[in-house]
């Protein structure tokens, strides 16, 4: 089994920044497709970015395209998010995935392992 705990959350002005991580433990995601989703009470679960094992293949949903990056150091087991460019809709409890497929995709079903999610507030 695989072990995700997120951290780097926190409170933000609009327009700032911020940097998420997600550690894992257990085993290594070397060859494991990583994702962030971000959800809101009430909310569905929805699709940030994603990274292929390697790393040659990101996705990032249109919302976030262009002010977020998602990385990985596979050395250290570790997946980021930097965040940029914040704004108060990316208001969100955010939570790494890990998936043991092939193919990078943004389906949270997809993904097998969770972690416990971290929360980002961005105030205007």
Same mark, same amino acid.
């Given at each position: 089994q695989v072990q995700l =705990?997120?951290?780097?959350?926190?409170l933000v002005q609009a327009g700032?920044?911020?940097?998420? /991580?997600? +550690? +894992?433990?257990?085993?290594? #995601?070397? %060859? @494991?497709?990583?994702g962030w989703f971000r959800q809101a009470p009430g909310?569905?679960?929805? *699709? !940030?970015a994603a990274?292929? %094992?390697?790393?040659?293949?990101? /996705? @990032? +949903? &249109?919302?976030v395209k262009g002010r *977020?990056? #998602?990385?990985r150091d596979n050395a250290?087991?570790? !997946?980021y998010l930097q965040m940029n460019s914040l704004k108060t809709e990316d208001t969100d409890v955010y939570y790494c995935a890990s998936r043991q497929k !092939?193919? =990078?995709?943004?389906?949270?079903? &997809? @993904? &097998?392992y969770w972690g416990q999610g971290t929360q980002v507030t961005v105030s205007s």
């Open positions: =705990v997120e951290s780097g959350g926190g700032g920044s911020l940097s998420l /991580s997600c +550690a +894992a433990s257990g085993r290594s #995601i070397r %060859w @494991y497709n990583m909310k569905e679960r929805e *699709f !940030v990274i292929s %094992w390697s790393g040659g293949t990101t /996705s @990032y +949903a &249109d919302s *977020f990056t #998602i990385s250290k087991n570790t !997946v !092939v193919t =990078v995709t943004t389906t949270p079903s &997809d @993904y &097998d």
